[in-house]
Structure formats: C-alpha cells, structure tokens
C-alpha cells in the first residue's frame, strides 16, 4: 500500500515531468526554439525573432494542448473500462467507438464534408456505435452474463463498422478522398488550432467529472459484483455512467485526433503499477502519464522525419513492445 507521502511525491514528480515535456515541446522541431528565446517572450516584450510567436501560440501550443488532452482522456477512460469490466485486457474502443468514429470521418471525407462536418460525423457516429453495441447487449443478453454479452456486442458492432470503412475505402477516389481518409484514419495533430482545442473541453468536462466522483465505487466493484451490491452500489447504473462517460470522453477526442490506439490499454497499466490499484488516485494519475506519453510521441511524429510520421503507428510501434514486455513481468499476478 503506497502511503500519502509517497502518493504526493508520485504525482509532484510526474507533474513535474509534464511541465518539462510541455517546455521541450515548444523548442524541438524543425524550427528550434531557443530556451533563452523562449523565456525572454513570456517574461517580456524584448523579442528577437518576429517568428517565435507564430511558431509558439499557432503551431505548437495547439498541438501541445491536444497531446495532453488525448493522452490524458483516453489514458482515463482505458482505466475505467478496465475497471468496470475488471479486465486488464480492455481499452476504451471495445465498444466500437473508434471504428464508429472512424466510419463517420470517412462517410464525411467521401461526402465532401469540411473541417468540422468530419468532426462532428466522427463524434455522432462513434457514440452510435457505443449505444448500439449497448443495446443489442441488453436485447439479446436478458439471461447471459451481461458484460460477456456487451463486450461480445462490441466487437460485432466494431467489426460492422469497420467492414464499412473498408466500403468507403473501397469507392473513394484513389487520387484525392482515399489519402485523405487513410491519413485521418492513422491520426494526427497537425493542422489544429485552438478552437479546435477549447472546443473539446465541455464535452471533456462533462464526461471525466462522474469518472472522478465514482473512483471509490470502481474500487468497490474490483472486489467482485456481489461485494460491490452489499454497500449499497447499483453496479449496473455504475457501468451505464461510467460506460456513457468513456464513450463521450473518447469519441470527443478521435474525432479531432482521428485514430490513435494503445494509450487507453498500455497507460492504465504502468500507472497501476506504479501508483496502485485505487482509482481515486489511478485516474489523475493516468491522465498526467498518459499526457507525458502522447506529447512524445507527437514530439516524434514532427521531428524524426521530414514528413510527418501518424501517430497512431508510432503508438503501435512503441505500445505493443512495452505492453508485451509489461505482461512478461506481471505473468502470474493478479490484475
């Protein structure tokens, strides 16, 4: 059990972590941002290159912002869905959200949508699917185990959906919407400004505030379904809010981001390990490391090549090694 001094040195240090990444953000990429420059535009109004704060306010800040709010949320909502199915294995698109999302932002691609039609076609589809996949649980589960049933409908639900993409993918035209919805489908930062950012954040507050507020009633559910009904807990209202708030969270988020995997499965995992099972802490402290990691990995995306590399195949690259290795070390212990 990590005690209170330990749980604030934790989360100071990856706090503090966090700033860093956000101010080596700001200076790395193929125009270098001096550190000296840096300081000297924030702190005063002496600054020597006309070009740092187009480079800081319009280019990077946004990205930098989105990085921590898509590491962070589906970081969150992986810890989550692990813990109302109680199931290291799940990450927040085993409903069908992501492919929901993703057939949306083709659908709209290939219709000649703008900038915010594919959003807004990502973010009602992915919730779609989610809802489906919920229904068709509730239907056709009536005397089955109900998580069984919902994430057996998810995955019927995200294989429909995805077959969908392949359609769409199919009848683009190769020379123009088939790029566009391949490069959206792989996600990406570029391109985002700080609308797009602040426009996240209502749907971002109203679905991680329950998350926060139920971390107890998580931790009552860990010790089983029956324990958790004896202090009182409908766990089957629990995984509806906690269900309908993931799903908020990470279709608000693949819709601006586009598809990037493996931060909801492998970030919950070393936050655990690291800060214990207690979701009153795990979550916050998900959200900081998940946001760590992502700003890193778009560091990477930006500046390892002189074209920019999509996020989600770096995750992939960089998330099935360490979850492989992660399951390696934990083999034979309890999740």
Sequence with gaps: MINGGKTYGLFVSVSSLLLFSVVASICIGRYPVNIGDLLNYLFSTNVNDAAIETIVLNVRLPRILAAIFTGGVLAIAGAAYQGIFRNPMVSPDILGVS?????????????????????????????????LSYLISRIVGKKNDSILML???????????SAFISLIKYIADPDSKLPAITFWLMGSLGNLSLSDVWRMLPSLIIGLVPLFFMGW????LSFGEDEAKTMGINTNLLRLVVIISSSLVTATIVSVTGLIGWIGLIIPHFARFIIGPDHKKLLPFSFLLGACFMIWVDNISRSATSLEVPLGIITAIIGAPFFLLFLVRTSGKQF
Excluded: E, R, T
């Design 99 to 131: 492919s929901g999302a993703g057939f949306g932002a083709a659908l709209a691609i290939l219709l000649s949508f703008g900038v915010y039609g594919v959003q807004m076609s990502a973010f009602v589809f992915g919730l779609l699917a989610v809802a």
């Design 151 to 161: 994430v057996l409908s998810g995955m019927v639900i995200s294989a429909l959906f």
């Design 217 to 220: 009633k998580m931790n009552a």
